[in-house]
């Protein structure tokens, strides 16, 4: 630009300024957000975006907690928490709006930070985006655009909750409700669905989101009888009700393979604007079938399953029923499951089998604690009509480099069993402990009473915490004389409570009939303190399998470990320091699997120092060491106590953070392990007495359930072992819950024949 000669300074200034901010009116065009996927707590979802009025996806490569944080609050909500990546709330559909979103977390809206252009994608709806944002909303944000998936005809549409209404007597005293009306909460109001074109593809939508993994045929006459007679009622409202289109969801259309309603094709409204929504119909009727858990005597059967693909599966280190980390039962042994492709179809798969509905939530990255083991499947593509993930199509997961952080774990929708309304904590410092009060029948009439604390352990404690809905329990209390235990319920009315662990309520475990509590309840009775989260010690069987052998140790260099009883009896009677024991040694490697530190019960002023060893002992009895006929008697036992219980190592990326030297603090981390090499003391079995034959080694790791864990049924790690006096083989080793039962029954009932044995 060229001025002319003499013209003005504050001229040239204006001129300059103009130029500087012209290019400012180009902002960004303003998007709109919403969070889609299954339903579940407000503020997480897939995150989509609406531009050029579609709507869209954003892909995971390269967004992260500064993007995240940027959309939770254009959403309207206070903070960020987290953001999910590999479509960890399904897969949407349409276009992938945004990839490499590179944001500074101080943006008003995503569109304003750094990607590849609109459209400009090279990612599949497989990579899709979520984010977990804060419950709270900001004052004045805008309005909240969650929705539960896409929902064909209907723009913006959002089904929020479905239920069914009881009509039949027998129905309305069923818990769970499993036949009924079925309404739908569509923006805060309840309405039903005409049956106009209804199919059982609805029908078994609506039962797995109702926690049931069928439906079932039901007789639509009778009830069509019923609503006859309801019309012609005066008393009855339902006509005038029925006249109005408000009362009616329309019509639904689902393949039966949606995880929830709101996957399907939905018409709130009919087409035509005075047409009536539900002319010559009445409302939808479903009745649904619930699985073994949740059917009368509960828990007691096994669903049956037909011979083929159908792969065994369980869930390992849930809270709650109905979630956990996804194991299969393949060749034999017990695997995990890589998350790469992991969606709610497969999820749903996983829970149906499972005797739940559909999957509310398929998660990625082992956010139900890491397994330990082989890893049998990866990209699992399943159409939703599968028996068991053995008939989706996969990939071995040794071709596609997946490892244990990308494990698979599942949430599933569960029946409403109202078991919640039966137990309580009372007299706790906080909502998570105090003493256990339970509604029970007396005398005809339901009542709140204590349970006696009497014989009352951690497995009936786990089972009080998941029917609060408040976890794993940390500590079972026999003596509660420091918490006040409710006016209405000092009367002790139950008594010798024996739970397995595994049952859904205290109601359900086995205790006396007539209530005998010697201790008489009061400051004997029974409490609890839960946790949400809780560790998991499993043994490295392949580990105890390479590093064992024999030494025969002169006493000489025994007298700590005699002091420690660590050896066998007829140790007491040698001519000591002369002769020598013979010591079956070996390695141990104790992983921390579960989401919670493994800490020794007792603080540091309550460890007991052993002055020969000179070290603090944590943990009396941390491990058994035993050698069993396979008859299962016992001939020689070893133990260790946790005079160390630190991380010894840790995966890449984590830090140990637990050391025993300088009295340092004990402990095994999450993801972390214990190891206990083959030549420290008390780390072997003393068989000096042994005959040669074969035997099974036995490890049992927290053999008092001293520490509470996630899960007791993987202490216990098992060898087969061959000893002919010299030398000793070890093969075959194992945790408890590694392999199948028939490959377990298999193996012992070869060794059992090769040894004679019947």
Known sequence: MVMPAGASPILLLLVLLLCWVAPSRQEPAPVQLRLAGPRGPAGEGRLEVLYQGRWGTVCDDGFDFHAATVACRQLGYAAAITWTHSATYGQGEGPI??????????????????????????????????????????????????????????????????????????????????EGAVEVKHNGHWRQVCDAGWTRNNSRVICGMLGFPQEKHVNTSFYRKLWN???????????????????????????????????????????????????????????????PAFQKGMGKGRSKTSPGKVL???????????????????????????????????????????????????????????GLGPIHMSELRCTGHERSLGECHFQDAEQSGCRHEADAAVRCHVPHMDFQSQV???????????????????????????????QWGLNEAMVVCRQLGLGFASHALQETWYWAGSPDATRVVMSGVRCAGTELALQQCQRHGPVHCPSGGGRFSAGVTCTAHAPDL????????????????????????????????????????????????????????GRADFRPRMGRHAWTWHQCHRHFHSIEVFTHYDLLTLNGSKVAEGHKA?????????????????????????????????????????????????????????????????????????NVMRCQCKYDGQRIWMHGCHTSDAYGADVVSDLERRDRLANNLV
């Not at 996957?263 to 005075?274: G, I, L, N, S, W």
């Not at 996804?326 to 149906?352: F, I, N, P, Y």
């Not at 214990?674 to 080694?697: L, M, N």
């Open 424 to 454: 309580r904590l009372a007299g706790g410092r906080s909502p998570e402990e105090g003493v256990v009060e339970v509604l029970v029948p007396v005398q005809g009439q339901l009542q709140w009473g204590a349970v006696c604390g009497a």
């Open 312 to 370: 065994p599966v369980r869930l390992r280190a849930g809270t709650h029923a109905g979630e956990g980390r996804v194991e299969v039962l393949r060749h034999g042994q017990w695997g995990t499951v890589c998350d790469k492709q992991w969606d709610l179809a497969a999820a749903s798969v996983v829970c149906r089998q499972l005797g739940y509905g559909t999957a509310k939530q398929a998660l990625v990255g082992a956010q139900m604690g890491q």
């Open 642 to 714: 946790s005079f160390c219980l630190e991380d010894t190592n840790c995966p890449e990326g984590l830090q140990r953070r637990f050391a025993c030297a300088n009295f340092g603090e004990q402990g095994v981390s999450v993801g972390c392990w214990d190891t206990y090499r083959h030549d420290i003391d008390c780390q072997w079995i003393d068989i000096t007495d042994v005959p040669p034959g074969s035997y099974t080694f036995q490890v049992v790791v927290n053999p008092k359930h001293e520490v509470a864990e996630s899960d007791f049924s993987n």
């Open 97 to 178: 709006w945004l990839d490499n979103v590179r944001c500074g977390g101080s943006e008003g809206s995503l569109a304003e930070c750094v990607h590849n252009g609109w459209g400009t994608s090279d990612c599949d709806h497989g990579e899709d985006a979520g984010v977990v944002c804060s419950g709270q909303r900001l004052p004045g944000g805008p309005p909240q655009t969650t929705t539960s998936g896409h929902l064909g005809e209907v723009s913006g549409l959002s089904l929020e909750e479905v239920r069914l209404k009881p009509i039949l007597a027998r129905a309305k005293l069923s818990m769970p409700v499993m």
């Open 229 to 291: 007679m309801k019309l012609k009622d005066p008393s009855s409202s339902l006509k005038t009700l029925s006249q109005k289109n408000s009362f009616w969801v329309h019509r639904v259309r689902c393949q039966g393979t949606e995880p929830h309603l709101a996957r399907c094709p939905t018409q709130v409204a009919p087409p035509a604007p005075r047409q009536h929504a539900c002319p010559h119909g009445m409302h939808a009727i479903v009745s649904c079938l619930p699985g």
């Open 538 to 593: 499993v043994m490295n069987a392949q580990l105890v399998q390479e590093t064992a052998y024999l030494e025969d140790r002169p006493l000489g260099l025994l007298y700590c470990a005699h002091e420690e009883r660590c050896l066998s009896r007829s140790a007491d009677h040698m001519h000591w320091p002369y002769g020598h024991r013979r010591l079956l040694r070996f390695s141990s490697q104790i992983h921390n699997l």
